[in-house]
Each structure stands twice: as C-alpha cells, then as structure tokens.
T-cell receptor, first 114, second 116 residues
Framework: GAGVSQSPRYKVAKRGQDVALRCDPI?????LFWYQQALGQGPEFLTY????????KSGLPSDRFFAERPEGSVSTLKIQRTQQEDSAVYLC????????????FGQGTRLTVV | AQSVAQPEDQVNVAEGNPLTVKCTYS??????LFWYVQYPNRGLQFLLK??????LVKGSYGFEAEFNKSQTSFHLKKPSALVSDSALYFC??????????????FGTGTRLKVLA
C-alpha cells in the first residue's frame, strides 16, 4: 500500500478485555516498530522487528503486552487483560532498513479502556 | 544512552515571521537526527533528517534544520511561518548504539502556534 495502515482506528475496551491491534507496513519495509503515545506526549518505544524477528521488546510495559510479525509483514500488538493505564494511542511505523532510513508512521489506534 | 531534549513546550509566532523549534541531543557516536510533525488525530509525518554532510538540512513544507555539533543542537527552522504550520513537532534520534534495534527515541514535543 501507499502508507502504513493501522486498524482499528479507535477501540474501546472494558477493563480486563483482551485487544488486538493490527499494522500493515509499507510493502518491502524490513523494520517495524510499535510505539505508545499518551496524550500530548512523545511516542514511547515498545518493540522492534526486523523481518519476522523481534529484536527488541525492551519497551513492552508488562507481560500483558505481546507483539508478533510471523511472516515479516503484517504485525499484531496484543494486550491481555487491559487496564485503564493502557489507554493511549498505539503507533506503528516501518522503515526500509535499519540504520539511516526514516520511519513512516501509521495514523495510530486510539485505545480507551473503561 | 541516546536522548533528545526539547526545552520549549510551546512556541508562539506570528504568521510571516521566522520560526525556530529547539532540540538538543546526547549521543554516543555519530548522531542520526530526525524531525517529525503531528497534526491532531494523525500519525507522525517525517519532515527531514541529518545523517552526515551539510549542517543545513532542507526538508518538506519549507522547513530546514541546522545541525550544530559543538552545541549538540538540531533546531528546526522556517523563514516564514504559516497558520497551517500549527502542530506538534518532535525531534528524534536513532539509537545506533544498542545492538540490532535502531529504535527512534523521541523528545517530549513542542507545540507550535502560528497566529494570524
């Protein structure tokens, strides 16, 4: 596709519910990132994939958060047993390679946990 | 650890005046620096990057940024501001130090308000 696509755009979850957020990166992009952005704040790194390999998951806030990219393209971020503090915008980004390439961001999924 | 700082939460400028949004960085090794802009309810849009070479980098929408190694700064500039430039601006550094990750580390953001 022309850009990074994320779905759904908005998600309201009841506390304790599991959610799955999808990211379709730009075709051919090797690197894929997930970020969490609180209102009015900068994006905070969650995890990084190079093709299907998850090379860095140091930013995942708890073991309730899980990400996968099984075929090196589409990625899913899953949050189990959602809590109110999980409410945020989740941004996905992709870039051609590691190193000096810029990342292209999707529009994000706004998650509200009630 | 790599980091960037944006010392101003908000910058106000009159339309037609030059604008500057400040960013300082702290890196080990060569800095790879980026500016992104975010409009309401949108993702981040890439503006420009510094990898190596000329200290003045030109980017999208008439923006440019000046890399200053001695002051460890990478300020975003535009000669003549437009009301439509009003948005949230993020400086970022790419973390090349950690093996295999290359994650982007973002500043806290600066809200730019251009007044008509």
């Amino acid at each position: 596709g022309a850009g990074v696509s994320q779905s759904p755009r908005y998600k309201v979850a009841k506390r304790g519910q599991d959610v799955a957020l999808r990211c379709d990166p730009i075709s051919g992009h090797v690197s894929l990132f997930w970020y969490q952005q609180a209102l009015g704040q900068g994006p905070e790194f969650l995890t990084y994939f190079q093709n299907e390999a998850q090379l860095d998951k140091s930013g995942l806030p708890s073991d309730r958060f899980f990400a996968e990219r099984p075929e090196g393209s589409v990625s899913t971020l899953k949050i189990q047993r959602t809590q109110q503090e999980d409410s945020a915008v989740y941004l996905c980004a992709s870039s051609q390679t590691g190193g000096v390439s810029e990342a292209f961001f999707g529009q994000g999924t706004r998650l509200t946990v009630v | 650890a790599q980091s960037v700082a944006q010392p101003e939460d908000q910058v106000n400028v009159a339309e037609g005046n030059p604008l500057t949004v400040k960013c300082t960085y702290s890196v080990s090794g060569n800095p790879y620096l980026f500016w992104y802009v975010q409009y309401p309810n949108r993702g981040l849009q890439f503006l420009l990057k510094y990898i190596t070479g000329d200290n003045l980098v030109k980017g999208s929408y008439g923006f440019e940024a000046e890399f200053n190694k001695s002051q460890t700064s990478f300020h975003l500039k535009k000669p003549s501001a437009l009301v439509s430039d009003s948005a949230l601006y993020f400086c970022a550094v790419r973390d090349m130090a950690s093996s295999g990750t290359y994650k982007y580390i973002f500043g806290t953001g600066t809200r730019l308000k251009v007044l008509a």
